[in-house]
């Protein structure tokens, strides 16, 4: 499994942590967990989102044993950048696969599995049932011959984003490979390359992060689910309480993966912090620690289960502790590489992305054109694309639409670079920066653009929307709701802000389409990294 950190390196561009503090506060829009009331230093520990399980458990031992303790969630190459600038006393990433390029950093000690849970495909119970999945083996195989019969659609998290997603991907090519392990010429091979094609054209909606997907799949209606038993477990006890359908888990008989949440300390020579890690990692690990581990729906570091929590892993939902699982080997470095690139520029079904552009006046101000302008060259121009990490699908479609007091035009461009460069140089020349701020003409128009394109079920959709300000053109925001309804799309709307932008209407927009809402104001590069992960 450490194998696969050489890969991320060279794929993702690593993105510095949050660094906002509320007193004694789980702030979930933060992605941070914050006990700071006590005489003494903190524990701070960089960990993979998978942990927000746990938060509770944290806070009672943070309270009980007087401790100050801060986490900072982010991801996992995220995590290691942080090590060298964010003096993080810990790390707790979803794989020990990540700990390896850690070492290369700073000085680790400490390392212990905390908790097991293997990514799993999860499917509405009553679907599972007509498609003959329940209380049989099913593979890899089996489930692209639904999807083939357009009985199968899913949710999972971008591969090239998130562990999750990545494991989840490397399971079903190594399963499809007929190989122990995959190997650089199976990436060659046509009938492998057409195999995981029809299982990706399964993918209805991506997301960059595995807890976000659950929040993802039950504000929506989708059929199934690709991440951690954990969290679907998680997902299940929130639908079973909304009198819902459960989804019931498929553990492909051909191969998956694992996280097995390697809690690890960074060394950097303090005493007192070395001693409060090894007494959090020691409460983790005892019987008490373990036991109400398991009741957030992860397997203990053993991988199994105490008996008063065996209801927790309900087998009705298809869980099962007892099975035997063929969990894969992680190939060689350079073979992940390879399969890597190939899922975001050639495998994983092409984006279809309509950029809504603000050039009211306001973006004069602040240097606000400017940074639209150089935050789009990251996606438009093929050199900056390559250095971040972020190269398209030659099949992808990009739309693009500037507004100011009106729509201003509209822009039509597919992944070739030569085209984007054209479509860049126009932005920066034919367009005036001036006047109102028309947004929800705008967007209303990028639903009219995307309705017009052929055969959308093979595209993953959106809209990115770049703003400074407030929309206060005609169009209301219900007007705009209405025609979104009207549209019949399940279409996120992701908006990046920057200088003003009204954050509570943006917030709308997200709630209205299942999106998000990016902070562009310091980091505008980080803003369309993680805009990607989820198109």
């Not at 860049?424 to 001036?434: A, F, G, T, W």
């Not at 925001?477 to 209405?482: A, C, G, R, V």
């Not at 025609?483 to 399940?490: A, C, F, I, Q, R």
Request: glycine share 6%; charged share 30%; proline share 2%.
């Amino acid at each position: 499994m450490k194998r696969l950190l050489f890969f991320i390196l060279g794929l993702i561009l690593s993105l510095s942590s949050c660094s906002s503090k509320d007193k004694d506060k789980i702030l979930s829009n933060n992605k941070e967990f914050v006990i700071d009331k006590y005489d003494g230093a903190s524990l701070r520990i960089a960990s993979g989102s998978e942990n927000k399980e746990l938060e509770e458990i944290i806070k009672a031992y943070a309270e009980k044993n007087k401790q100050n303790i801060e986490i900072d969630y982010m991801g996992s190459l995220d995590m290691i950048k942080s090590l060298e600038t964010d003096g993080y006393d810990a790390i707790w990433p979803a794989s020990s696969m990540w700990i390896e390029l850690a070492n290369s950093k700073v000085k680790l000690k400490y390392e212990k599995t905390i908790s097991i849970s293997p990514v799993v495909f999860a499917i509405k119970e009553s679907l599972a049932k007509d498609l003959g999945f329940v209380d049989k083996e099913v593979s890899t195989k089996d489930l692209i011959g639904a999807i083939n019969a357009n009985k199968l659609k899913f949710t999972m998290t971008n591969a090239s984003r998130s562990n999750s997603g990545a494991s989840a991907y490397l399971g079903f090519l190594t399963a499809l490979s007929n190989n122990e392990t995959l190997r650089s010429e199976d990436l060659d091979d046509p009938e492998l390359k057409k195999n995981i094609r029809d299982l990706l054209k399964g993918v209805r909606r991506s997301s960059g992060s595995s807890n976000w997907l659950i929040d993802l799949f039950l504000e929506g209606d989708y059929d199934a689910m690709v991440n951690y038993e954990a969290l679907i477990i998680t997902a299940n006890k929130r639908l079973e309480e909304e009198g819902k359908e459960p989804l019931y888990v498929i553990y492909p008989s051909d191969g998956l993966a694992i996280s097995d949440s390697p809690f690890c300390y960074v060394d950097r020579g303090d005493k007192d912090k070395e001693k409060a890690f090894l007494a959090l990692q020691d409460y983790l690990l005892s019987d008490e620690g373990q036991e109400k581990i398991e009741k957030t729906g992860k397997r203990n570091a053993f991988g199994d289960v105490y008996s008063d929590n065996e209801e927790i892993f309900n087998k009705a939902w298809g869980i099962d502790t007892k099975k035997a699982l063929k969990v894969i080997r992680f190939p060689k470095a350079d073979v992940i590489k390879k399969a890597l690139e190939a899922y975001q520029e050639e495998l994983k079904k092409p984006a279809l992305t309509c950029y809504v552009l603000d050039y009211s006046s306001s973006m004069k101000e602040n240097d606000g054109y400017d940074r639209m302008m150089e935050s789009l060259s990251q996606i438009f121009i093929e050199d900056e694309a390559k250095r971040l990490s972020l190269l398209g699908n030659p099949k992808d479609k990009n739309i693009i639409i500037p507004f100011a007091s009106d729509v201003l035009g509209v822009e039509n461009a597919s992944g070739s670079y030569e085209e984007l460069a054209v479509i860049y140089d126009k932005l920066n020349e034919s367009y005036q920066v001036d006047g109102a701020t028309a947004m929800n003409e705008a967007i209303a128009k990028s639903l009219e653009e995307i309705k017009k394109v052929d055969d959308i079920a093979s595209y993953t959709p959106a809209v990115v929307v770049l703003t400074d300000g407030k929309a206060n053109g005609p169009m209301a925001f219900k007007e705009l709701e209405e025609k979104y309804g009207e549209s019949g799309l399940d279409l996120p709307i992701f908006s990046i802000t920057y200088g003003s932008a009204d954050k509570d209407e943006l917030d709308k927009l997200a709630q209205m389409s299942r999106g998000r809402v990016f902070d562009g104001k310091e980091d505008m590069a980080k803003a369309f990294y993680e805009v990607k992960g989820y198109n």
